[in-house]
C-alpha cells in the first residue's frame, strides 16, 4: 500500500488530528512542499509535535522526512503518463460514447501500467512454481474470489489441481498444504494481518508453503512474506472513486499473463489436452458463424 493510500485510510477510520492532517494533505498535495511545517499546524487547527506524531504514525522519524517521501510519491503517480483519472473516470455529464471511449482507454492504461511493472524473473519463478505444484490453493475475498475463480479454472483444464478457499475453511485448508503446493493470495491493500486473506500467511509460512502474493505496490503485510511478489496497478485510492476499474482489469491481466506463462511450459502437453478436453466435454457446443465452425 502506498503512503497516499496509508493517509486515506487513516483519515477515513480516525476521528482525530489524523483526520484533519490527512484531509489537508490530500486535497491540497500539490502544494504540500510549499507550506512551512508552522503553516500547515495552523491550517489544520494541530501543532508542530501533532504533525511529529503524525509523521511517526506512518513509520517516519520526523515531519521533514515524512513530506519528502510524499512529494516523492506524488511525483511517481503525477507523472503524466495516466491520460484517464482511474478513480473518477467519467463526470456526470459525460454522454455514452464518452463514457465507452474513456473505459477503453482506462483498460488499455491499465495493461500498460501493469506489464510495465512486471519482471521476467518473477513471473517464470511464480509459473515454474504453480507449474511443479501438487495442489494450488487461491485466496482472495470478492470480488477478488471471482478472478480467482476463473484461474482455477483455466488450471483445470490443463490438469492442475487447483482450488479456491472458502473464507470460512480457509485455516483448515492452509494447515493441510506443504512445500510441494502453492498457495495465491490476492490482496489490493494486503496489509491487515487479523483479516482473511492475509490471516492465512502465518500458518502457510509455518508450513513452509510457497506464497504467491498480487498485491499493490509500497510497503504492505502481504509483500513482506510472500515468496513471490506481482504487484497491482496501484494508482487507485481506497474510498473515493465511481468502481475498482483499474484494480480489476490489473489483477486480471495478471491472472491471465500468468496462466499463459504456465501454458507455455508445456506447450504442445498443454495444447493438446486442451483441444482434446473441449471435445469431449463440450459436445453440446454449436455455432452458425463459419468463422467459429469446427470439424
Known amino acids: 500500500m502506498y503512503l497516499f493510500q496509508k493517509i486515506e485510510e487513516a483519515a477515513f477510520k480516525q476521528n482525530d488530528a489524523r483526520r484533519t492532517i490527512g484531509d489537508f494533505l490530500l486535497s491540497n498535495r500539490e502544494k504540500v512542499s510549499e507550506y512551512s511545517m508552522e503553516e500547515i499546524a495552523k491550517l489544520t487547527h494541530t501543532s508542530k509535535p ?15 522526512e515524512f513530506v519528502y517521501a510524499f512529494m516523492h510519491e506524488l511525483a511517481h503517480f503525477d507523472d503524466g503518463s495516466a491520460t484517464i483519472d482511474v478513480n473518477i473516470p467519467f463526470g456526470e455529464a459525460a454522454d455514452t460514447l464518452e463514457i465507452i471511449e474513456n473505459l477503453a482507454n482506462l483498460r488499455i492504461q491499465t495493461i500498460k501500467e501493469t506489464a510495465s511493472l512486471m519482471t521476467v524473473k518473477d513471473l517464470n519463478q511464480a509459473a515454474r512454481l504453480i ?50 503446493d502453492c498457495a495465491i493470495l490476492i490482496s489490493y491493500s494486503g ?37 513471490i511478489v506481482l ?17 480489476e482489469e490489473s489483477i486480471q491481466f ?16 498443454n495444447i493438446q489436452m486442451k483441444i482434446t478436453n473441449a471435445r469431449f466435454l463440450e459436445t453440446s457446443r454449436k455455432t452458425t458463424f463459419k468463422e467459429m465452425a469446427e470439424e
Open 50 to 64: 501533532t504533525l511529529v506524531r503524525f509523521a511517526k504514525y506512518f513509520g517516519f522519524s520526523g515531519w521533514k
Open 131 to 180: 507449474n511443479g505444484a501438487q495442489t494450488i490453493v487461491i485466496y482472495g475475498r470478492s470480488p477478488n474470489s471471482y478472478f480467482g475463480q476463473l484461474f482455477k479454472r483455466n488450471l483445470n483444464t490443463i490438469h492442475k489441481k487447483a482450488f479456491l478457499a472458502d473464507t470460512d475453511e480457509a485455516g483448515l485448508i492452509s494447515n493441510t498444504l506443504t512445500p510441494q
Open 191 to 227: 496489509n491487515n494481518s487479523e483479516t482473511y486473506p492475509m490471516k492465512n500467511v502465518k500458518t502457510l509460512l509455518k508450513n513452509g508453503v510457497p506464497i504467491i502474493s498480487i498485491t499493490s505496490g509500497g510497503e504492505n503485510y502481504l509483500r513482506d512474506y510472500s515468496t
Open 231 to 247: 504487484t497491482i496497478a496501484s494508482r487507485e485510492k481506497l474510498y473515493s472513486k465511481i468502481g475498482n476499474f483499474s484494480t
Open 254 to 269: 495478471l491472472l491471465t499473463v500468468l496462466f499463459a506463462k504456465i501454458f507455455s511450459l508445456d506447450y504442445q502437453e
